[in-house]
């Protein structure tokens, strides 16, 4: 292969390093209206009276919509499959407000000064009502934070408003309860998780116009244009085939833009004045009214045979998806189905549990979903089997865990609120990647730990993860390849490039099948008008199911050009060789470059166009082992990360670098959430940790060195024998480096973040127990 | 009210309010390669040079710059451009967000310290957030785009 896995920089690496305009705000038209938002100081409350009268007399203000604007019809803001598997339980602005910043009023002004002036002006009258701020006391309070009619479920997801249940799921395999009274050796646990934020340095941004055509153009920061655009129409009524959504370059995503955002209200504000108009988030907002990961309590319980055979596996969830029920029970479910399969041997598994509501800013997606939260609990909880047993760790789970050929029955089972998909493993070289990751961090020589120094231990901690590749039967995409005169070609893609790189690794998918330079590959993404559809970049589906696609769009293009080539040449098409620059049959040969300017100029004239769309029957798993080596003062609890190992399957890489960009993009992110990314409220339900002084993401200073690898792996479905590669590096740290903490100083931390104080706490503790 | 400074080399009269901060004067006359990531100079991706310093435009007022040179990545376009494609051989662009800031950050360090160790990189750029990369490739792209000069 001459393109595909191998270096390529990014195409638009440096058009965005000159600072060329690309992203959203950067495209809004210059005179643009400036659209805000008036939150709720409450966590809970309705709204009584909104007296915007003062605001409006303002000069400059142009607008003030309320809850009264608009027709009661509720949606979801989740982008994904549609039917979805989230509950309507959204309106755009409602008369109850559900945690502290959520949408009162949409003030439109003519500069962002006036538009925060009118906001100061506006009066609201509430009656607050009692909050949910305790995740665990949800279900069946007497507060309930959804009472409100003209909500639900698109199909069964176990959405019960009444209960504050968003969605419930219960399944198993076997019966758990009877194998775990039998093993030998049990253990039982509870791990919780934060609502880590995604941080992406572009806030949420998205700004509209009336085109000349009287029709409605958004440009907007997504993930999800198609999802973007059939959830406006549906919410506001407005026809499918009037609006366009444009996604320019997006400034990262990591599942944060994958829901809609400002978009209803720049939509209305347009409309209704048929003057552009944009919003742009700031950091509070993003912080306080987005959304964030789900927090989860995550009850496990494991049974084993006394020379470590894995017997059963029972896991427990109660998460919390905050005010709405956005990815409720997709992320619920991840946890199960991205993490139980690793270990396939079990004769018993059950997952179930329940999403509630409370009066937080809502959850969502956001990469890892699920799996991330799942595996801490889950590869922490094996270290602690593994110490009962007195086995060595890694030992435990090459016996245990899953391997190429093998399969797991709740791949059948659990879907993304749906049955799943039956697969066996093609691809897996998990044993690989746990051997090799042995090697790399020097895990013989340090393991448990070893004392550098009076007060500093050197240990090391690890855990396995596994991922999917889109999800089978719902997520497709799409690719339109077409031939220009001179003998280059555009790619036009649904699939959205959010910094993750997918219009180079695109682009080298296409170039590789149709033997071009990267150069004469044009890329463009995305635009609801002139890409074909692809339901967008989550999940970890751009390479494998979009990739596809562009890889047979690219075969028809060749099938076409050789046609052609046949007719020009008059020989036939089966005669033809073709080496990416000329088309030879016998004696006779024409160039790419001739061949398109006959069709565009001289003679049979055609446009050729290409198009190939794609949907997986199966989600092959990339897989990894990730291991850390850490420094842990014992006086005062704190962390020096000094390697992280990452060894990852994920098929072929069709860009090796961009695939490592993925993978420490990723592991970097866990390592934030395992250890620095503390989400705080007031007792009042105020979130502390609205901006980046108070909610600490990894710096260049906190990880050493981060060392990743790719084992040697070839998917057959794949695009060139890829998988996907987008989340799986985000999984592993937090049971990683709660197992290398408890390697080095042997206290057992179980809710994230683990930090310093928690650290140095359990080691008092530990101390003033073995005193008594 | 009017003020004088020099953009890139340029004298510009720029007329603006008193409570105005650089960011948003920059933006509003077309410098969009000046980003908007928070609004209390913690992410660094505002980042301007003023008078050959490294600040972040998100929190100064423009009336304070009076007289002053501001550069933004249009005008260190070569070291840009070739910190560009250290970043693109290292696989370290990810969303490009951050990347104007990046190129003016290391072009002030250039001036400060031109044989810069890896850690004074790190600690050099430690107001630079990136949310994409692990920034070790960065950091290492940084490295061989100074290590280029000598």
């Known amino acids: ?772 | 009210m009017k003020i004088n400074v020099t953009v890139n080399n340029r004298e510009r009269v720029f007329d603006i309010s008193p409570d105005e901060y650089l960011l948003d004067t920059l933006r509003e006359h077309g410098f969009l390669s000046v980003k908007r990531g928070c609004d209390n100079s913690s992410c660094g991706v505002c980042t301007v040079l003023l008078d050959n310093k490294p600040v972040a435009s998100c929190t100064l007022l423009t009336i304070k710059t009076e007289g002053c040179h501001i550069t933004t990545v249009e005008g260190i376009s070569k070291d840009a451009e070739k910190l560009s494609e250290h970043m693109g051989d290292e696989g370290a662009d990810q969303c490009g967000f951050c990347n104007p800031s990046l190129a003016l950050t290391m072009y002030a360090l250039k001036q400060e310290n031109p044989h810069p160790t890896d850690d004074e990189i790190k600690k050099y750029l430690v107001g630079n957030l990136c949310r994409c990369t692990g920034y070790q490739s960065q950091v290492i792209s940084i490295r061989k785009c100074l290590e280029d000069d000598e």
């Open chain 1, 1 to 772: 292969m001459k393109v595909v896995n191998n270096k390529v920089p990014s195409i638009d690496g440096k058009g965005l390093m000159m600072g060329r305009p690309a992203y959203t705000d950067d495209l809004a038209e210059r005179n643009s209206l400036i659209v805000k938002i008036l939150r709720s100081p409450h966590p809970h409350a309705k709204i009584l009276e909104i007296d915007y009268s003062e605001a409006l007399k303002l000069p400059g203000v142009e607008l003030v919509l309320t809850h009264k604007d608009f027709t009661r019809k509720s949606f979801t803001r989740a982008g994904q499959g549609y039917p979805e598997p989230s509950p309507y339980d959204k309106f755009v602005l409602d008369e109850y407000v559900r945690y502290i910043g959520d949408e009162v009023c949409c003030v439109a002004a003519i500069s962002d000064k006036i538009c925060r002036e009118a906001l100061e002006l506006i009066k609201v009258k509430y009656e607050i009502l009692e909050p949910i701020l305790d995740f665990e006391k949800a279900i069946d309070s007497e507060t309930i934070i959804h009472p409100e009619d003209g909500i639900f479920e698109q199909f069964p997801i176990g959405f019960e408003p009444k209960r504050n249940i968003a969605a419930a799921y219960h399944m198993e395999v076997g019966s758990v309860e009877k194998d775990l009274k039998e093993s030998e050796v049990t253990l039982e646990d509870s791990f919780y998780t934060q609502a880590q934020a995604h941080v992406m340095l572009e806030p949420h941004t998205v700004n509209a116009r009336i085109d000349y055509q009287n029709r409605l153009v958004l440009y907007t920061s997504t993930q999800t244009p198609v999802h973007v655009r059939r959830i406006i129409s549906q919410a506001l009524d407005i026809p499918l085939s009037r609006i366009r959504v444009i996604k320019p370059r997006v400034g990262g995503g990591f599942g944060g833009k994958q829901h809609i955002h400002g978009e209803m209200f720049v939509t209305t504000v347009t409309l209704k004045t048929g003057k552009p108009s944009k919003m742009v988030y700031t950091r509070e907002e993003v912080f306080e009214s987005s959304y964030s990961r789900h927090p989860m309590r995550i009850d496990v319980k494991l049974g084993a045979s006394k020379d470590g055979v894995l017997e059963s596996i029972d896991c427990h969830i109660l998460s919390d998806t905050g005010a709405y029920g956005e990815h409720a029970l997709t992320v619920f479910m991840v946890a199960g189905s991205k993490v139980l399969p690793l270990y396939n041997k079990v004769k018993s598994v059950r997952f179930y549990g329940e999403v509630v509501y409370t009066n937080h800013t809502p959850a969502g997606a956001y990469r890892g979903y699920g799996a991330i939260q799942g595996n801490f609990a889950l590869e922490s909880a094996i270290d602690m089997l593994v110490e009962k047993l007195g086995i060595d760790p890694l030992e435990f789970r090459d016996k245990n865990m899953i391997k190429q050929h093998e399969t797991s029955p709740i791949f059948a089972i659990m879907g993304e609120g749906t049955e799943g998909t039956a697969m066996t493993m093609e691809s897996c070289e998990l044993e690989y990647c746990l051997h090799r990751g042995r090697e790399l961090i020097g895990w013989d020589d340090i393991y448990p730990y070893k004392q550098v120094s009076k007060t500093k231990r050197r240990s090391v901690g690890m855990a396995i993860a596994m991922q999917g590749s889109g999800i089978p039967y719902i997520d497709m995409g799409s690719a339109t390849i077409k031939l220009n005169d001179d003998g280059f070609y555009n790619l036009m893609v649904g699939a959205t490039d959010i910094g993750q790189g997918s219009d180079t690794i695109l682009a080298q998918i296409a170039a590789e099948t149709l033997q071009c330079k990267i150069e004469d590959m044009v890329v463009y993404s995305s635009d609801s008008d002139l890409t074909p559809f692809d339901t967008g970049a989550y999940a970890s589906s751009t390479t494998y199911v979009s990739g596809n696609a562009v890889y047979k769009a690219a075969k028809l293009m060749r099938e076409m050009l050789i046609e052609e080539a046949s007719v020009a040449l008059k020989v036939k098409p089966e005669d033809i060789e073709y080496d990416g620059k000329t088309f030879k049959a016998n004696d006779k040969t024409i160039t790419i470059n001739d061949l398109s300017n006959r069709l565009y100029y001289n003679e049979d004239q055609k446009q050729l166009v290409a198009t190939g769309s794609y949907f997986g029957t199966k989600s092959p798993p990339p897989f990894m082992a990730g291991y850390v080596e850490i420094e842990v003062d014992t006086e005062t609890g704190e962390v020096d990360i000094m390697n992280y190992v990452s060894v990852v399957d994920c098929g072929t890489t069709i860009n090796p670098m961009l695939a490592k960009g993925q993978v420490e993009g990723g592991i970097m992110q866990g390592i934030g959430m395992a250890m620095y990314e503390e989400v705080l409220y007031t007792k009042k339900g105020k979130l502390i940790t609205n901006d980046l002084m108070n909610y600490r993401i990894p710096t260049r200073l906190e990880v050493k060195k981060l060392t990743t690898e790719f084992a040697d792996s070839y998917e057959e479905s794949g695009p060139y024998g890829a998988k996907s590669v987008g989340e799986i590096g985000i999984d592993t740290p937090p049971a990683a480096l709660a197992n290398a903490i408890y390697n080095a100083v042997g206290v057992r931390l179980k809710t994230l973040p683990l930090t310093p104080e928690k650290i140095f706490m359990a080691m008092k503790k530990r101390e003033e127990d073995n005193n008594e």
